[in-house]
């Protein structure tokens, strides 16, 4: 794996990381989050785990059904890439 792989690597675990901590903090299942995300629980469960690469849409569906919504996914996003850069800048 290359330097920039492993930097995406990097950032998709903490993003993962940081999807799983939001869910665990409103107490909710992976099948409560699945009904939401309107996917089946095994889905989620590959998805924390790291055994599946997701689209950005996923991410969003996730974030939507965790009730961050699109903006504290991308804060998410900057956070785990190690950027300053704040949504209303992008």
């Known amino acids: 794996m290359d330097r920039m792989e492993s930097g995406v ?7 993962i990381s940081m999807m799983v901590e939001a869910r665990l903090a ?3 299942s992976q099948a409560e989050l699945a009904r ?6 095994s889905n989620i469960c590959r998805f924390e785990s790291g055994q599946q690469n997701v689209t950005l849409d996923f991410y ?3 974030a939507r059904a965790l009730g961050t919504g ?6 998410m ?3 785990a890439a190690g950027t300053q850069t704040s949504v209303e800048k992008a």
């Not at 690597?9 to 903490?14: L, M, P």
């Not at 699109?70 to 804060?75: H, Q, R, Y």
């Open 26 to 28: 409103q107490n909710m």
């Open 77 to 79: 996003l900057w956070e």
């Open 60 to 62: 969003i569906r996730i």
């Open 70 to 75: 699109e903006e504290k996914t991308l804060e």
């Open 9 to 15: 690597e990097q950032i998709r675990q903490k993003m």
């Open 36 to 41: 939401r995300v309107g996917t089946q629980r």
